[in-house]
C-alpha cells in the first residue's frame, strides 16, 4: 500500500512533466534526425514534418494542465490582490467552475473528432500504420487532466479557506514547488 501511495504522490508531482519532456524529446530527435538525414544523404523521412506537429498537442495539452495545477496560467491577480478574503475565495470557485465548464466543452467535442478519426482508420501522413487519433486523444486527455487539476486546486483551496490561511494569488508564491 505504501508503494502505490508512494507512485501516487510522483505522478501527481511529476505526470505533466513527464509526459511533456517525453513528446518533446521525441519532437527535438526527429526534426534533427531529419535535418540531418535531409543534408547529409539528401533524403528525407516522409513522416517527419508530420509526426512533430502532431507531438505538439501532446505537449500543448499536458502543458496546459501543468499550468493550471502550478497556478501559472492567466489571470488576473492585480484584481484579487485588492478583493478581501472572501471575493478572493469566490474568485477560486469562479475558476474552477470556469475551467470545468469549458473544459467538458472541449473534451466532449474533440472526443467525437477523435473517434471520427478512429472510425475512418485515419493515418498520419507519411505513415503507414500511425493512427491519427492517438494523437487527437491529446486534446480530451489534456482537458480531462487539466479539470482535474483544477478541481484538485479548489481543494486545496477550500482547505486554505476553512485554516483562515492566505491564498495562491501573489504571483511571486505561485509555481513555487
Known sequence: MAYLLTLIRWLDRNAERTLILIAYSSMALIIVYAVFERYVFSTQI?????????????????????????RTHLVFNDFRLRMPYGGQFACMWLDAILWVGFGTMVAWFTIEQTQLAYDNFAIV?????????????????????LMFRAIQNLVEDIGRYRRREPFLVD????GGD
Open 46 to 70: 516522409p513522416w517527419s514534418s508530420s509526426i512533430p506537429i502532431y507531438l505538439f498537442l501532446w505537449v500543448t495539452w499536458i502543458g496546459c494542465a501543468y499550468n493550471v495545477r502550478k
Open 125 to 145: 501522413q507519411g505513415t503507414d500504420n500511425v493512427m491519427q487519433w492517438w494523437f487527437y486523444l491529446a486534446t480530451p486527455v489534456g482537458w480531462g487532466l
Open 171 to 174: 504571483i511571486q508564491t505561485i
